[in-house]
């Protein structure tokens, strides 16, 4: 199984940005796909996470109300849609998946599979 994380760049605080991950490889779509973020000398951090079949996500409070994953299962993405994004938000953005729980909690651990990071800075 492969990921690809794409879509991050720098934009002013108060911008919007919406990154991708490209799933493939895989033999079904009965996985769950989420978000972490991780800035230098910080360990990795759970953005959020969508389930199989993408009827349940659960987010952490730090972006919870600006962020929102979706999943189109028919072009193997997986989405992060970023709103009112602040300086806090800066970081470098992973997407990882988990084909044996339906909706993971936030442990990095949990995760078969991850990408490769994008980079998101936001500015003041």
């Known amino acids: 199984v492969q990921l690809q994380a794409s879509g991050g760049g720098s934009v002013q605080s108060g911008s919007s940005l919406r990154l991708s991950c490209t799933v493939s490889?895989?033999?079904?779509?009965?996985?769950?796909a989420a978000w972490f973020r991780q800035v230098p000398g910080k360990e990795r951090e759970f953005v959020g996470v969508?389930?199989?079949?993408?009827?349940?996500?659960f987010y952490a409070d730090s972006v919870k109300g600006r962020f929102t994953i979706s999943r189109d299962d028919a072009k193997n993405l997986v989405y992060l849609q970023m709103n009112s994004l602040n300086t806090e938000d800066t970081g470098v953005y992973y997407c990882?998946?988990?084909?044996?729980?339906?909706?993971?909690?936030?442990?990095?651990?949990?995760?078969?599979?991850w990408g490769q990071g994008t980079l998101v800075t936001v500015s003041s």
């Open positions: 490889g895989g033999t079904s779509f009965d996985y769950a």
């Open positions: 990882a998946v988990n084909y044996k729980w339906r909706l993971p909690g936030s442990d990095p651990d949990l995760y078969e599979y």
């Open positions: 969508i389930s199989w079949g993408g009827d349940s996500t």
